[in-house]
T-cell receptor
Framework: NAGVMQNPRHLVRRRGQEARLRCSPV?????VYWYRQLPEEGLKFMVY????????ESGMPKERFSAEFPKEGPSILRIQQVVRGDSAAYFC??????????FGPGTRLTVL | GENVEQHPSTLSVQEGDSAVIKCTYS??????FPWYKQELGKRPQLIID?????GEKKDQRIAVTLNKTAKHFSLHITETQPEDSAVYFC???????????FGKGTHLIIQP
C-alpha cells in the first residue's frame, strides 16, 4: 500500500553510530509493525506497537534496539551503537483493526 | 512460538503453466494466513490472504487453500506470466497477538 511511508530509504552509518528509522502508517491505521530482512532471507518480526504503547517486542534484540509510536508523528525504530550485523532492510507495516498489514518501501541500512 | 516452513525455495515453470507453493505452520492458534509477493528491491505486497474459517479463496489467477487439520496452506497461480516472476512469502499469525511469522520465501521463475 503506497500509503505507508518510510524514511530514509537508504542509510549509511559507521560502527558505533546511531540509526533512526521512521515510519508513517497509512492514514487512520493505529497498528505499526517493524520487520527486518537480511539478504536472501524472509522477514523477521521485531516489534508491534499501537499509539503510545508497545504491544509485543518479542522479536526485538534486548540491547541497542528500541521503538516508539508517539501520539503525534511517525513511529521510530532506533538502533544505538550499530554493528555490521545490523546491516539489513528494515520494513514497517501498518494495519487498522483487521489483520491485513501493508508494508512500506523499507529502509536499507548499511553499516561500514 | 510459531514456525512456518515454505517449499520449494526455488520454482521454475514454463509460461502458461501453473505454480504451487506450499507452507506448513506449527501453532494451532494461528488463524490468519497471508501471501506476499516481493520483487527485487521492492516492498512485500499482499496478493491474497485467508482466514481460518474458510478452506479456499480465489482471486482471478491466484488461489489459496488451507487445511487446518494438517496445518498447511498453499498458493496456486494458474496461467503464469513473466510478471509473476518474484519471491513469494507465506506467513501466519494469531490475530491480536504477535506480528506475522514468515516462511523463508520461494523464488518463482517464469520461463518464456
Amino acid at each position: 500500500n503506497a500509503g505507508v511511508m518510510q524514511n530514509p530509504r537508504h542509510l549509511v552509518r559507521r560502527r558505533g553510530q546511531e540509526a533512526r528509522l521512521r515510519c508513517s502508517p497509512v492514514k487512520g491505521h493505529s497498528h505499526v509493525y517493524w520487520y527486518r530482512q537480511l539478504p536472501e532471507e524472509g522477514l523477521k518480526f521485531m516489534v508491534y506497537l499501537q499509539k503510545e504503547n508497545i504491544i509485543d517486542e518479542s522479536g526485538m534484540p534486548k540491547e541497542r534496539f528500541s521503538a516508539e509510536f508517539p501520539k503525534e508523528g511517525p513511529s521510530i525504530l532506533r538502533i544505538q551503537q550499530v554493528v555490521r550485523g545490523d546491516s539489513a532492510a528494515y520494513f514497517c507495516a501498518s494495519s487498522d483493526s483487521t489483520d491485513t498489514q501493508y508494508f512500506g518501501p523499507g529502509t536499507r541500512l548499511t553499516v561500514l | 512460538g510459531e514456525n512456518v516452513e515454505q517449499h520449494p525455495s526455488t520454482l521454475s515453470v514454463q509460461e502458461g503453466d501453473s505454480a504451487v507453493i506450499k507452507c506448513t505452520y506449527s501453532d494451532s492458534a494461528s488463524n490468519y494466513f497471508p501471501w506476499y509477493k516481493q520483487e527485487l528491491g521492492k516492498r512485500p505486497q499482499l496478493i491474497i490472504d485467508i482466514r481460518s474459517n474458510v478452506g479456499e479463496k480465489k482471486d482471478q489467477r491466484i488461489a489459496v487453500t488451507l487445511n487446518k487439520t494438517a496445518k498447511h496452506f498453499s498458493l496456486h497461480i494458474t496461467e503464469t506470466q513473466p510478471e509473476d516472476s518474484a519471491v513469494y512469502f507465506c506467513a501466519a499469525s494469531d490475530r491480536g497477538a504477535d506480528g506475522l511469522t514468515f516462511g523463508k520465501g520461494t523464488h518463482l521463475i517464469i520461463q518464456p
